[in-house]
């Protein structure tokens, strides 16, 4: 999993599939995949990333880098990288 620690949190990286029928968050292998329930439309995926993974890691989220890509990259400021892992092995 790609997990980088900074002085402001941890920026970790996802894969999306837009258009799916639930909201979740998932490990296959390496890689972070989360599925949205929203459209690529006017950056509503984007809006809900932001939104869901606030709620899942109980810390404020920033993207910063994938506005139009697939692969996306967000920073969950004030949390280290074992808090992050710890939440997404859970």
Known sequence: MNLKETKNGVVIEVF???NQPKFTVKLDGDELIVSCTEEPVKGKVNKELIKELSKFFHAEVEMVSGFTSKQK???????GK?????????
């Open 16 to 18: 999306v599939k837009p």
């Open 82 to 90: 074992s808090d992050a892992e710890t939440l997404l092995h859970a």
């Open 73 to 79: 990259s967000f920073l969950i400021k004030n949390m």
